[in-house]
């Protein structure tokens, strides 16, 4: 079945250094979404890409998907403590539009 | 608060006892989802609902059932709970284009 993996699993930085975590898919993607996860609490969506080789920023963040459709970046430049936490990609499965698989997250540690 | 409800937040069960994690929203989403969460292996989806009436299994379903009451509520039963049922349960819904809208979860154990 479809695959999503992540990479890294872990993550610690100095706060001021960036910070990339990639995203790779057996499969080609539709579209590509990335979750933020804090310490304790629930997903939260951030950001979906839908066209090959599309780039979004939301201030410091900057999301990338692939030229084919079955890769994905997040870099956060300058990471400041509030960006701790688990950072998810998921894509849609081949079968069903609307049920996403999720890769196992890059965990951010940010050392003040 | 416009969003995703879900009770209880915590639950402790002994190894065969019952208990149904309820599931709420008010965003008028067709689709619901139930996720389990364990340490290191990210979130694995246990069943569905793509619209009111209907629901499908996920990855993993075994010792879970579930209940599509109505378009706004969404309820997983474990009937016989197991210890390794212990894990965080996020209900989920959402609109296209938008991406998923998760509850706070519920962190349950089983002894």
């Known amino acids: 079945g479809q695959q999503v993996m992540q990479i890294p699993q872990y993550q610690h930085v100095q706060e001021g250094e960036d910070f990339t975590t990639y995203c790779n898919s057996s499969t080609t993607l539709s579209n590509i979404q990335w979750y933020k996860q804090r310490p304790g609490g629930h997903p939260v969506f951030l950001i979906q890409?839908?066209?090959?080789?599309e780039v979004k920023k939301q201030k410091r963040l900057t999301f990338q998907f692939g030229e084919a459709k079955k890769n994905s970046s997040l870099h956060i430049t300058a990471t400041q403590t509030t960006d701790v936490g688990t950072y998810f990609c998921a894509g849609p499965e081949e079968t069903s539009g609307s049920r996403l698989t999720f890769g196992e997250g890059t965990q951010l540690t940010v050392n003040p | 608060n416009a969003g995703v409800t879900q009770t209880p937040k915590f639950q402790v069960l002994k190894t065969g006892q019952s208990m149904t994690l309820q599931c709420a929203q008010d965003?008028?989403?067709?689709?619901m989802y139930w996720y389990r969460q364990d340490p290191g292996m990210g979130l694995r989806l246990i069943y569905y609902s793509a619209s009111e009436g209907t629901t499908d299994k996920g990855e993993v379903p075994n010792g879970y059932n579930v209940s599509r009451l109505n378009k706004r509520e969404f309820s997983l039963r474990l009937e016989s709970a197991a210890p390794s049922q212990t894990s965080v349960y996020f209900c989920?819904?959402?609109?296209?284009?938008?991406?998923?809208?998760f509850g706070s979860g519920t962190r349950l154990t089983v002894v």
């Open positions: 989920a819904s959402d609109r296209i284009n938008y991406g998923y809208t």
């Open positions: 890409l839908v066209k090959s080789g």
């Open positions: 965003m008028n989403h067709n689709s």
